[in-house]
């Protein structure tokens, strides 16, 4: 797969704003999640009109997807960026003193620290949203796996 990373352009991973962009997007079910746990699960006076346990169970579906999407798209960056960092690292050893080479390794380096800290964001972001989840669906639908 290496091989096909190193000739294969990612668009999204070039450009890691435009990168942090598109995660942006893909969290706005987070962004929203004490929203859409209002308007989905029903008060007392409202409970016969809406069956929360599939309410629930849709809306865990929804965010388990999503942190899929984001997880994979984040560590597809990570590998491609990790990929050009080791050419520019292998291209450095045989010009050492070229400035534009190295100028582009440490462009690199960045955005590979700066992707990889996007883990981390991702890892707060899903706490923070289990978190909410946990707390006003658990009487109603109990997820087969707890961590989602």
Same mark, same amino acid.
């Not at 999640?33 to 859409?36: D, K, L, N």
């Not at 955005?111 to 992707?115: D, I």
């Given at each position: 797969m290496a091989?096909? +990373? &190193?000739? #294969?352009?990612?668009?999204e991973c +070039?450009?890691?704003?435009?990168?942090?962009? &598109?995660?942006?997007?893909?969290?706005?079910l987070d962004d929203k999640? +004490?929203?859409?746990l209002n308007t989905s699960i029903p008060t007392e006076s409202f409970k016969g009109q809406v069956d929360p346990s599939s309410t629930c169970k849709q809306l865990h579906d929804q965010l388990k !997807?999503?942190?899929k999407k984001r997880d994979a798209a984040i560590k597809r960056c990570i590998s491609y960026?990790? #990929?050009?960092?080791k050419q520019l690292k292998e291209q450095r050893e045989k010009n050492a003193n070229d400035p534009v080479l190295l100028k582009a390794l440490r462009k690199e380096q960045t955005?590979?620290?700066?992707?990889q800290t #996007?883990? !981390?964001?991702e890892e707060v972001v899903r706490e923070q949203t289990n978190k909410i989840y946990y707390e006003r669906c658990r009487a109603?639908?109990?997820p087969p796996d707890l961590d989602l």
């Open positions: 091989a096909a +990373v &190193s000739t #294969e352009v990612i668009p +070039v450009d890691f704003l435009e990168f942090q962009d &598109s995660l942006k997007k893909m969290r706005s999640i +004490v929203y859409a !997807s999503s942190y960026t990790a #990929e050009k960092v955005q590979l620290r700066l992707l #996007e883990l !981390s964001v109603f639908y109990k």
